[in-house]
């Protein structure tokens, strides 16, 4: 046994959640393993130990004190907290991009030095693009890399049953997320978009973002608020205004693909024929989240057929399975 699988086994064997002073004693192993760059051992204990003690790494440091605000007339839950580690390296996205989100949480680390000179950091953040582009895992990333748990908002459950009872439902998130830190994502707003072609439906739903918007120009908490939307076309003059940064999501460049099938293909061994140059090329036009799905479908090929090694054909295939899906999708067949 290698010393890590020994500490990983000590870590598993471990059945006291009570006992702070070993998870303290383990998060600092964990940190130090992590400051010599063992990324994959510190995420093979992290989840010994988390799994073990059933808390995420983040959770021990927010108490949530106030309960979780619920919808008025159903009683179900307007928000929810979760826990993420997720690593930045591991979000692959083009090099302004991803400055773009360093810069936002420089910011915020920042926040003292800035405030010091009357200045705020970026609290407001539109994350736009297409589906599958790593909107949504971006502000999971940023949670996990902040230590910060995220308050998940599905914007259009909230909006959608009951029109009226919107803009009390937004209240009582707003004053949840202000009595703490959190990343806090308002996800899918696109109902906006949605809801263009109804033109009644369009007037309260105008309204309902009116509202929003108020709130979110009101907003004293120290967070960070993101929106994260498909349809640009939602972003007339008063919304863009509102947000402190507007993140665009493209689809992948031919190198960025690279990169992409190099990352979700690392669990497994490749044989020395695959050209991920030639294979990002046939996948033009494909979300990190479509490669993603292409990857872990060849890498299973391989797996099932007992194969310790991907092959070409186990790529190819899995390409071509997903384009037939996609016209599927759009009824081309
Ligand atoms: N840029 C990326 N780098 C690495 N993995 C990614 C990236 N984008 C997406 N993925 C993978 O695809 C999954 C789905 O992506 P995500 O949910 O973030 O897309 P989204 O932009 O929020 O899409 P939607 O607009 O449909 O909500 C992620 O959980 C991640 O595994
Ligand atoms: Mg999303």
């Known amino acids: ?81 979760q826990h993420f580690d997720n690593y930045f390296e591991d979000l692959i996205l083009s090099s302004e991009t991803k400055s773009q989100l360093e810069r936002v949480v420089n910011e915020f680390k920042d926040s003292d030095i800035l405030a010091t000179y009357n200045l705020s950091y970026k609290k407001k953040v539109l994350l736009c693009g297409a589906p599958g582009t790593g909107k949504t895992f971006s502000v999971q990333t940023i949670s996990s890399l902040l230590q910060i748990p995220l308050v998940y908002i599905r914007f259009d459950a909230i909006v959608s049953s009951y029109l009226g009872e919107t803009a009390g439902n937004l209240r009582k998130v707003f004053d949840f997320i202000e009595n703490g830190t959190w990343i806090v994502l308002f996800d899918e707003v696109d109902i906006i978009g949605k809801n263009r072609d109804d033109s009644h439906e369009h007037g309260e739903i105008k309204r309902v973002v009116n509202n929003f918007l108020q709130m ?21 003059s008063a919304i863009w205004r509102r947000f402190d940064e507007v993140i665009d999501y493209r689809l992948p460049t031919q190198d960025t693909r690279v990169k992409l099938f190099d990352r979700y293909l690392r669990c497994l061994k490749r044989s020395k024929d695959i050209d991920l140059k030639s294979v990002a090329k046939a996948s033009k036009g494909l979300s990190p989240s479509d490669i993603e799905m292409i990857a872990t479908e060849a890498m299973k090929t391989a797996i099932i057929d007992s194969r310790n090694e991907l092959s070409v054909i186990d790529l190819d295939d899995a390409i071509k399975k997903f384009q037939k899906r996609e016209k599927v999708k759009h009824k081309k067949l």
Request: proline share 4%.
């Open 216 to 236: 979110l120009d009101n907003f004293k908490g120290k967070s960070i608020l993101f929106a994260a939307t498909n349809h640009q076309n939602m972003l007339d």
């Open 1 to 81: 046994m290698t010393n890590s699988e020994i500490i990983k086994k000590i870590f598993l064997l471990f059945n006291d959640d009570k006992n702070e002073e070993f998870i303290e004693v383990a998060k600092e192993y964990i940190d130090r393993e992590k400051r010599k760059n063992h990324t994959l051992v510190a995420r093979e204990l992290e989840k010994a130990l988390f799994q073990k003690v059933n808390i995420s790494p983040s959770q021990k440091r927010f108490k949530q004190e106030v309960p979780i605000p619920r919808d008025g007339e159903k009683g179900f839950p307007l928000l929810e907290i």
